[in-house]
């Protein structure tokens, strides 16, 4: 599911070290319990959003964008630092709707 949406989408999948790829069933900054966050190619999906399958139950839509964030960190792009200034930078413009961000990409693709 994940690698043909990567490569329908001119991404190319074969970078990701798949054996590596970790979702945890637990949030990773204690003060935010509500969002998926990926940090260093591994997912910390929240309990309310966890599956253990995401291709037969759960967000799988979720889990495609989170997917691409950790396509982003194969690639070499600094997800986390830039996860960071785009979330902390929303007032001035939407990361999601803003072509160029890692935001707007994971969301793109994760529609596709």
């Not at 964030?69 to 007032?91: C, I, M, N, P």
């Not at 707007?104 to 529609?111: C, L």
Request: negative net charge; aromatic residues 14%.
């Amino acid at each position: 599911m994940v690698k043909e949406l990567l490569s329908a989408n001119g991404l190319d999948p074969s970078i990701i070290q798949w054996n590596d790829v970790r979702v945890v069933n637990a949030q990773f900054l204690e003060l935010d319990s509500e969002h998926a966050i990926t940090p260093d190619g591994a997912i910390f999906m929240p309990p309310s959003d966890y599956s253990p399958d995401y291709s037969v139950q759960g967000n799988a839509g979720l889990f495609k964008h989170e997917m691409v964030h950790v396509y982003q960190y194969y690639r070499g792009d600094f997800v986390s630092a830039t996860g960071l200034w785009e979330q902390g930078t929303k007032w001035f413009r939407d990361p999601y709707r803003t072509p160029g961000t890692q935001e707007y990409e994971a969301t793109k693709v994760s529609h596709y």
